[in-house]
Structure formats: structure tokens, C-alpha cells
């Protein structure tokens, strides 16, 4: 019913108008659920038909079928002493902000040292509270990220895109079970079937520590353990990218890469200042 509604209305194929707006009739259908649509009641057109471009939009998206799992691997290990506060503010709004857009997702998150602690296991969002932690022990990275994969391969649903995001301040020091060609082949795997990988590390080889775990250096990025609350703002962007076209953007790391040039920028203007001071 609502395709026969955007019918009517096109221009040339392309523009749905409504008044004196008007809408991109692909943009508008890309991810619908055909099968939901095709429910839509007489009433509900007509109320389609009476509605402004924002009532529209809504209705559209209620209808889309792209359903995200984020899955969080973060590092809290004893040299992430410090950044702990940041990282729970970063978390929260990064959470707020899921609500605030889209409250149907699910949000994975582990905590690991040389162990791995399950804080939200596929957990709604709208039921995700925040996020405390106290930072100790060393890095089992790659047993906690496999861990977590691999249970989240068996429960999400076939439909959902997934965002797995790795936040670190070093390599992998104390994993027992898996090494770093297991955790490739992992992670290989699960991008041949669609899953998103980022890799946000404050060490200077975030990049090619990224790569040797077989995540694309575009999906890896150094951070600034003083401006941690920029990782969740890319984040944002990156679940706004798969939510809207399925992919990541290139520029997806831009508030981190802005907040660590800042900081170093900060940084290098002190020394200058102190060494005239000599």
C-alpha cells in the first residue's frame, strides 16, 4: 500500500512530493520491510498522506528491517588507570545517544584484564543503565575478543548487521587460549559474512596492530588516552552509518583523530613555552 502511495506521488521516479517538500523516494524505501508494509491499514495511509516530512521520515523508519548489535571489547587492564572516568561518561552518552535515535538495538559489553567480565550480553538497549568498572591485571585480549565473538555468533539474529568495537591501550599479554592466528581467522570469517570491525588503541602501532588482527587499517585509529570520550563520539557515527547505508564511512574517525591532534598540539606548545623559559 505504501509503495502504491509513493507511486502516485513520484517525479519521473525519483522525487516523492508532499507539499512543498520533497523526498528521495530510494532513500526513503532502502531496508524496508516489504512484508510489514503490506499491513498498513487504509487509516494508517491516510495518515501517511496528512503527514509533514518529519511524521513521514518517522514512519519510514519504523519500518526499516537493519537492526544493529554493538558489541564493546574494552581494556581495562592496570595501564588504563586514569582514563576510567572518561571511558564510563564516553559509554553513557554513546548510550544515550542509541536511545535518543533508535532504541530497538543491542549492545554487547566485556571488560577485560586476564579476564573477561560479560557487562551487557545482547542486552536491549533501552535496558542498558551505564557503565562502572575499576581498572586492574594485564591483557588477554585475544581470549576475551574470541570469547565474545563467538557468543555473539550464536545468538544474534540472521537479520542484524553488527559493530564490534575494540578499545585498548596495549597488545595482548596473558591469553591462554587463543593467539594472534586464531584470532585473524576469527575475525577474518566474520567479515566474509558482513560483521564491522574497529580497533581504537593508544599505542603509536594501533594501525598495524589492527592489520596483524585483520582489521582494515581505515578501521583502526590511534587514540589519545586524554581524549577518550572522542572514541564514542565516532562511535555515534559509525552506528549512524550502518543504520542508514549498512556501511562505515571513511571519515568515521574524525573526532578522534581532531581530539589527539589538539592534545599533541597542547602539548608541543608547552614545551616551546618552556623552552624559552631556559
Given at each position: 500500500?505504501?509503495?502504491?502511495?509513493?507511486?502516485?506521488?513520484?517525479?519521473?521516479g525519483?522525487?516523492?512530493?508532499?507539499?512543498n517538500?520533497?523526498?528521495d523516494?530510494?532513500?526513503?524505501?532502502?531496508?524496508?520491510?516489504?512484508?510489514n508494509?503490506?499491513?498498513?491499514?487504509?487509516?494508517?495511509?491516510?495518515d501517511?498522506k496528512n503527514?509533514?516530512e518529519?511524521e513521514?521520515d518517522?514512519a519510514?523508519?519504523s519500518?526499516?528491517?537493519?537492526?544493529?548489535?554493538v558489541m564493546?571489547v574494552?581494556?581495562?587492564?592496570?595501564?588504563?588507570?586514569g582514563?576510567e572516568?572518561?571511558?564510563?561518561?564516553?559509554?553513557?552518552?554513546f548510550?544515550?545517544h542509541?536511545?535518543?535515535e533508535?532504541?530497538?538495538?543491542?549492545?554487547?559489553?566485556?571488560?577485560?584484564?586476564?579476564e573477561?567480565?560479560v557487562?551487557?550480553?545482547?542486552?536491549p538497549?533501552?535496558?542498558?543503565?551505564g557503565?562502572?568498572?575499576?581498572v586492574?591485571?594485564?591483557?588477554?585480549?585475544?581470549?576475551?575478543l574470541c570469547?565474545n565473538?563467538?557468543?555473539?555468533?550464536?545468538?544474534?539474529?540472521?537479520?542484524?548487521?553488527?559493530i564490534?568495537?575494540i578499545?585498548t591501550?596495549g597488545a595482548?599479554n596473558s591469553?591462554?587460549e587463543y593467539?594472534?592466528?586464531?584470532?585473524?581467522?576469527l575475525?577474518?570469517?566474520?567479515k566474509?559474512q558482513g560483521?564491522?570491525?574497529i580497533?581504537l588503541?593508544?599505542m603509536?602501532?594501533?594501525?598495524?596492530y589492527?592489520?596483524e588482527?585483520?582489521i582494515?587499517?581505515k578501521y583502526?585509529?590511534?587514540?589519545?588516552?586524554?581524549a577518550?570520550?572522542?572514541?564514542?563520539k565516532a562511535?555515534?557515527?559509525?552506528?549512524?552509518?550502518?543504520?542508514?547505508?549498512?556501511?562505515?564511512?571513511?571519515?568515521?574517525?574524525?573526532?578522534?583523530?581532531?581530539a589527539?591532534?589538539q592534545i599533541?598540539?597542547r602539548?608541543d606548545?608547552?614545551?616551546?613555552?618552556?623552552?624559552r623559559r631556559k
Open positions: 500500500i505504501i509503495m502504491g502511495f509513493f507511486n502516485n506521488k513520484k517525479d519521473n525519483k522525487e516523492v512530493a508532499k507539499g517538500s520533497s523526498f523516494l530510494e532513500a526513503l524505501t532502502s531496508g524496508l520491510d516489504i512484508d508494509i503490506g499491513m498498513l491499514s487504509g487509516s494508517d495511509l491516510g501517511l503527514s509533514n518529519a513521514l518517522a519510514i523508519k519500518f526499516s528491517k537493519r537492526q544493529v548489535d564493546f574494552f581494556d581495562r587492564s592496570g595501564s588504563c588507570a582514563t572516568l572518561d571511558m564510563m561518561r564516553g559509554f553513557n552518552n548510550i544515550k542509541e536511545k535518543d533508535r532504541n530497538e538495538d543491542f549492545i554487547t559489553v566485556s571488560l577485560f584484564d586476564h573477561n567480565k557487562v551487557y550480553d545482547r542486552t538497549v533501552k535496558r542498558v543503565k557503565l562502572e568498572y575499576q586492574r591485571g594485564n591483557t588477554a585480549l585475544y581470549d576475551s570469547e565473538l563467538k557468543s555473539l555468533q550464536r545468538k544474534k539474529d540472521d537479520n542484524t548487521e553488527v564490534v568495537v578499545m591501550d595482548d591469553s591462554h593467539d594472534i592466528d586464531k584470532t585473524r581467522g575475525i577474518s570469517g566474520l566474509r560483521w564491522n570491525f580497533f588503541g593508544a603509536d602501532y594501533a594501525k598495524d589492527a592489520a588482527l585483520g582494515d587499517e583502526a585509529e590511534i587514540y589519545s588516552p586524554e577518550v570520550d572522542a572514541n564514542f562511535i555515534e557515527r559509525v552506528a549512524d552509518d550502518v543504520h542508514g547505508s549498512g556501511k562505515v564511512s571513511e571519515d568515521w574517525a574524525e573526532p578522534v583523530v581532531e589527539r591532534l599533541e598540539g602539548k606548545s608547552h614545551v616551546k613555552r618552556l623552552g
